[in-house]
């Protein structure tokens, strides 16, 4: 069974900074795609950005919405994944979900994809 805890959101204002912690259980990193997505009151969950893992290294793709904003990483040793999120807007402001998924996704981008899911955590950025 695979568990995935989210925490590090909160309140910010607007231009302030956040990270985001995924500490899974179950399930090791190098095996799996590992994703952060993040949905707003009313509208569709979207995806922000993943890490996948191919050769013994992984890579990051991000959202155009976020690119150069946030960062991903992964400490394999502690099996946590990391959301550093810089030059925070208003519009960031939703509930940031963990998940993954068996394999390197072709499409890391596709919520239906992935197995399991974190509970959320709320980031807030205030104007």
């Known amino acids: 069974q695979v568990h995935l805890v989210e925490s590090g959101g909160g309140l910010v204002q607007a231009g302030g900074s956040l990270r985001l912690s995924c500490a899974a259980s179950?399930?090791?990193?190098?095996?799996?795609?590992m994703g952060w997505f993040r949905q707003a009151p009313g509208k569709e969950r979207e995806f922000v950005g993943a890490?996948?893992?191919?050769?013994?290294?992984?890579?990051?793709d991000y959202a155009d919405s976020v690119n150069g904003r946030f960062t991903m990483y992964a400490d394999n040793a502690k099996n946590t994944m990391y959301l550093q999120m810089n030059k925070l807007k208003p519009e960031d402001t939703a509930v940031h979900y963990c998940?993954?998924?068996?394999?390197?996704?072709?499409?890391?981008?596709?919520?239906?994809?992935?197995?399991?899911w974190g509970q959320g955590t709320q980031v807030t950025v205030s104007s």
């Open positions: 998940a993954t998924a068996f394999g390197t996704l072709a499409n890391p981008t596709n919520p239906n994809l992935y197995e399991y």
């Open positions: 179950g399930r090791t990193f190098s095996s799996y795609t």
């Open positions: 890490i996948r893992w191919s050769g013994g290294a992984y890579s990051a």
